[in-house]
RNA sequence: GUGGGUGUAGCUCAGGGGGAGAGCAUCGGUUUGUGGUUCCGAGGGUCGCGGGUUCAAAUCCCGUCAUCCACCCCA
């Protein structure tokens, strides 16, 4: 019995953060919190897909696609022998949009602001911040070019950073320039590579032959070439204004960010603005959440032209930067232990529990017969607020003394109509 | 796919041819009505797995697997 290559078990109280089950409970809260704020609303799709989804949405020569993808195919070959081939989806946005074509969202609403967040499989050799199963959250706006949008996406993506509180990134912009513009960049970025070809070593070339913008993005800064096709000469008027106006708009909204002329990203799909952050304290995985517009993924997906932009953030990355004031945090805390000194009183200490749980408070005894101070050690062991004493003194004259393990005061309340207004009350303070 | 580091108790690690160890954690006692401290004690290991050398291997050699880091790729 044993765990996959690159996958990994998440439970509680792991000494491992990216293992931590209450650490990925809160870092799930405190992420929701912000779609919340901006109006975005879940969609969940499966983790499999028809392959075709992502080589034509992707790119078919990208190495997430054609080296990176699980993929396999049903191994009884009865009533569904149609040689379908399915892969674990390797990133959210390609079933988001096939999602959105199948049930016509956007024919129920102009603009669908979505957020999918779930596992994401890529066969790699894993390394920190980059495992074979990780997860990823992501957040779409389909139907809309707006320039307020992208302005929108950025804040969101810098919220969630602000609410974990992790302040050490950094925003990189970039324009691309529509399809025609990447057409006449790729063009140029191979009579670039053809010129110096002695220069380039064999195996690089092949990828420029193969796809010239993917040089530019993967291999062209192992050269030192001085004058690299950037995809700034080949911008239409549109894509300037755009770029122009998304930094103006930038700085109007006081949100920092760096111009990166080499940005391109590595999936097909991405058109004009695309975005990057990174953060210093990963080591060599050091984006943790990336994202640009697609306005012609739902076009290519048979859908009508719509407009998108999106991102994704790498969940076990934004896990790695999380400060102890977070993960502090995130420890459970039980509010009420409840201590019985005999068999005699289990039975009304176990009403009193009951009690407390139907009331709504995180409450916990030990049933095993251990020791007065037993108890008392276990609750300040599991982090209790308080402790509920219940013994025969409190049996016979139906009361119970609680007391806050912090201070150490007590309380004597009775356990009868107006405990729960109480002992509510008593918490409050 | 390429290169390097590391695999010994739940965790962090020491040991380096002949008795399986420490600290932390767990459990019990100190203490059968008041915790976090102290002190005492206990449980827990095919020394990653397989093979080789040797009278003898956790230790040396080979292989393999896992894991971490880097290349690459990306979130």
């Given at each position: 019995m044993k765990l996959i290559k690159g996958f990994r078990d998440i439970f509680p109280d792991s000494e491992i953060d990216i293992s931590n089950s209450e650490l990925w409970n809160s870092i799930n809260i405190l992420i929701k919190q912000s779609l919340d704020k901006f109006n975005f609303s879940e969609i969940i799709t499966p983790p499999i897909e028809y392959d075709s989804t992502f080589k034509s949405g992707i790119g078919d020569d990208t190495d997430i696609v054609s080296k990176e993808m699980y993929e396999f195919i049903l191994k009884k070959d009865d009533e569904f022998s149609k040689n379908e081939t399915f892969c674990l989806r390797p990133e959210g946005t390609a079933s988001v949009v096939r999602s959105y074509l199948e049930h016509s969202l956007g024919k129920k609403k102009k603009i669908n602001k979505l957020f999918y967040c779930g596992p994401m499989f890529r066969y790699e050799r894993s390394q920190r911040g980059r495992y074979r199963q990780f997860h990823q959250i992501g957040a779409e706006i389909l139907g809309s070019k707006n320039i307020y949008y992208e302005i929108e996406l950025i804040g969101l993506a810098i919220d969630i950073l602000r609410n974990l509180q992790i302040i050490d990134f950094k925003l990189e912009v970039n324009n691309i320039g529509d399809e025609d513009s990447l057409k006449k960049l790729g063009k140029k970025v191979f009579e670039f590579a053809n010129d110096n070809k002695n220069k380039i070593n064999p195996e690089d070339f092949k990828i420029v032959e193969k796809n010239p913008l993917r040089f530019l993005d993967k291999a062209i800064h192992k050269y030192e070439f001085s004058d690299i096709p950037s995809s700034k000469e080949f911008l239409n008027n549109e894509s300037n204004e755009r770029f122009d106006e998304l930094k103006e708009l930038l700085n109007k909204n006081s949100i920092e960010f760096k111009v990166n002329e080499q940005l391109i990203r590595g999936i097909d799909y991405y058109n004009d603005t695309v975005f990057e952050i990174k953060s210093s304290n990963l080591g060599s995985q050091d984006t943790i959440l990336a994202g640009g517009r697609y306005d012609n993924l739902v076009e290519k997906f048979g859908g009508p032209k719509t407009d998108c932009i999106g991102f994704a953030a790498g969940i076990e990355r934004l896990i790695l930067l999380l400060n102890n004031n977070v993960k502090k945090a995130s420890k459970i805390k039980i509010d009420f232990y409840v201590i019985y000194q005999s068999d005699n009183t289990k039975s009304y200490a176990y009403s009193v529990l009951d009690k407390l749980r139907k009331i709504g408070f995180r409450s916990e005894m030990d049933h095993d017969r251990k020791s007065f101070i037993k108890q008392l050690k276990s609750a300040s062991k599991n982090n209790s607020l308080y402790t509920v004493v219940v013994g025969e003194e409190e049996k016979i004259n139906n009361f119970v003394k609680i007391k806050e393990?912090?201070?150490?005061d007590e309380f004597t309340i009775k356990f009868d109509n107006l405990f729960q207004e109480k002992i509510i009350d008593l918490v409050k303070k």
């Open positions: 393990l912090s201070s150490g």
